[in-house]
């Protein structure tokens, strides 16, 4: 819908975030290193890894700084970076 708005939008989408009252998935940590270690189970353990507070805050303020053109999306592995796609490396479809 947000697509077919002709809205610029970006849209963070992790996982399962780490914060304050949030610690116990640090106990995964070793078996989302493990499942990443399978070729076949990399994409989904990564697409499904776990991001901190502080790696979603500093997600939306380069969301905010950056804005999209078009609709951008960013997944688990940009957000743990702590880099969104610029504007050159947007897909807008």
Excluded: C, D
Aim: aromatic share 8%; net charge positive; proline share 10%.
């Amino acid at each position: 819908m947000i697509r077919a708005s002709g809205l610029n939008a970006t849209i963070l989408r992790p996982w399962y975030g780490l914060g304050p009252g949030h610690f116990w998935p640090y106990r995964l940590k070793p078996g989302y290193w493990l499942v990443r270690q399978i070729p076949s189970m990399r994409e989904g353990a990564t697409r499904l890894g776990l991001v901190k507070l502080e790696q979603m805050v500093a997600a939306l303020v380069l969301s905010v700084e950056a804005p999209a053109a078009g609709t951008r999306i960013v997944e688990v592995p940009e957000i743990a970076s702590g880099r969104t796609p610029q504007p050159a490396e947007r897909a807008s479809a």
